[in-house]
């Protein structure tokens, strides 16, 4: 694990956006496809506006979100319409939109046809994460009522995600496929995040989840 810290999150996000291209650039290298799974939220808006311009063979990049809120794709809670509208622009237009989310279905039904769209992408080649006050990432919350199936090594790549303290279901990578990405960063703003972080890695992942994927992780951190 490595923590880079910033003047200010402008720099921040310039400078992530210029490591998630040289993995994308070192991955392309190597495989024919890539994938790069990122987050919702208003934290890496900024980073994808500088990633979007990037001079790679996006049509090679699969790009999927790390969770997803079941909502309608163009809702003002979607991962995917950030994803679309901040990453999936300029350059980074070719790269082909891998979904989490089956508008119309229960999520626990669509989990196979989900997951048979994800699985040859894995393991995934550049991995960004958020994480929240309350240690969670992706959308594996602590208290959730199946966190210790999606924590589990042996997952299978996806779980549905349900708490009391979102308005709506959601689905989440498990626990091993984020760990088990190739090139892994986390991002994070302000005192509140960093001491949380400070906080998970004394803690069992049960209690903070972002703990089961620090491993190797690059933390990019401003107040």
């Not at 506006?49 to 990037?54: E, F, N, P, T, V």
């Not at 999927?64 to 794709?73: N, S």
């Not at 980074?92 to 992408?121: K, M």
């Not at 279901?169 to 703003?189: E, N």
Request: proline letters at 8%.
């Amino acid at each position: 694990m490595n923590i880079k810290e910033y003047a200010d999150r402008d720099m921040l996000a310039i400078d992530v956006a210029n490591n998630l291209a040289g993995d994308l650039e070192a991955a392309l290298l190597h495989h024919d496809l890539v994938s790069l799974a990122v987050p919702g939220g208003t934290t890496p808006g900024p980073v994808f506006d500088g990633l979007c311009a990037a001079d790679l063979e996006w049509d090679r990049v699969r790009v999927l979100p790390t969770d997803e809120r079941c909502v309608p794709g163009d809702h003002e809670r979607s991962n995917e319409r950030l994803i679309r509208e901040r990453l999936l622009t300029s350059r980074a237009s070719a790269a082909q939109y891998v979904p989490l989310f089956v508008e119309g279905h229960e999520p626990e039904d669509v989990l196979p046809e989900i997951e048979s769209l994800i699985t040859p992408v894995l393991p995934l080649s550049v991995l960004v994460l958020g994480m929240g006050e309350d240690m969670h990432t992706a959308s594996l919350f602590p208290g959730m009522e199946n966190l210790e199936a999606a924590l589990d090594s042996h997952a299978p790549p996806l779980a549905v995600a349900r708490t009391q303290v979102q308005p709506e279901a959601r689905i989440t990578l498990t626990a091993p496929v984020l760990d088990g990405a190739l090139s892994k960063h986390l991002i994070i703003f302000g005192a509140a995040k960093r001491d949380a972080l400070e906080r998970a890695m004394t803690l069992p992942p049960e209690e903070a989840p972002i703990g089961a994927v620090l491993s190797g992780m690059t933390i990019h951190w401003a107040e």
